[in-house]
Nanobody, 118 residues
Framework: QVQLVESGGGLVQAGGSLRLSCAISGNILSINLMAWYRQAPGKEREFVARITYGGSTAYADSVKDRFTISRDNAKSTLYLHIDGLKPEDTAVYYC????????????WGQGTQVTVTS
């Protein structure tokens, strides 16, 4: 079992920066993939970024120039650094994890709200 708890969301002005964190606990050694997804109001949840156990990263085209995914294994924490926030980045951001490196992750956090004002 793996537990994920996100934090770091909030109300930010457009153009600002934010760092989201995801604290990981439980059977950490079983995790081979960690990812961030987001769900905007009235929209479906969408993939944002991912990082494998080996450190390979991938991003959605819409965010790859502004978002950076990273992890600190010593702190068992996943991060998402966001620069140049836009109002369209407003969403609930979810941390996710899986032992597989493909498909929709099996384990999810509760989400953290990011609201960007213009």
């Amino acid at each position: 079992q793996v537990q994920l708890v996100e934090s770091g969301g909030g109300l930010v002005q457009a153009g600002g920066s934010l760092r989201l964190s995801c604290a990981i606990s439980g059977n950490i050694l079983s995790i081979n993939l960690m990812a961030w997804y987001r769900q905007a109001p009235g929209k479906e949840r969408e993939f944002v970024a991912r990082i494998t156990y080996g450190g390979s990263t991938a991003y959605a085209d819409s965010v790859k120039d502004r978002f950076t995914i990273s992890r600190d294994n010593a702190k068992s924490t996943l991060y998402l650094h966001i620069d140049g926030l836009k109002p369209e980045d407003t969403a609930v951001y979810y941390c996710a994890a899986d032992r597989r490196t493909w498909g929709t992750p099996a384990t999810w956090g509760q989400g953290t709200q990011v609201t960007v004002t213009s």
